[in-house]
């Protein structure tokens, strides 16, 4: 079993960053990622790192725009949004799985944080 904490969501105007962060309880091997759901719609993949940290996976609607990083030594997987947009308001979540290869669905995904507010405004 493994728990999620993430922290870092705020209110931001738009064009400003903003740096998420994710805590697991213990070492993960798999893959993290993270996802955003805003009010009445599904929730979408946004990003995901490699076990090793080496490798990262973006949609394309975010590519530019959102860096995830991971630091092993501290249990973290954080997520830059650089250049906010409206759009970009969401919960954040972040997610484990036990697996090496991507995964950009929910169900692909086994443990996941109860999620950070960001809001973007105009």
């Known amino acids: 079993q493994v728990q999620l904490v993430e922290s870092g969501g705020r209110t931001v105007q738009a064009g400003g960053s903003l740096r998420l962060s994710c805590v697991a309880s213990r070492r993960t091997l798999g893959v993290i990622g993270w996802f955003r759901q805003a009010p009445g719609k599904e929730r979408d993949f946004v990003a995901a790192?490699?076990?090793?940290?080496?490798?990262?996976y973006y949609p394309n609607y975010v590519k530019g725009r959102f860096t995830i990083s991971r630091d092993n030594a501290k249990n973290t997987v954080d997520l830059q949004i650089d250049n906010l947009k409206s759009e970009d308001t969401a919960v954040y979540y972040c997610a484990a799985r036990s697996y090496f290869v991507w995964g950009t669905r929910v169900e692909e995904y086994e443990y996941w944080g109860q999620g950070t507010q960001v809001t973007v405004s105009s």
């Open positions: 790192v490699s076990g090793d940290g080496a490798h990262q």
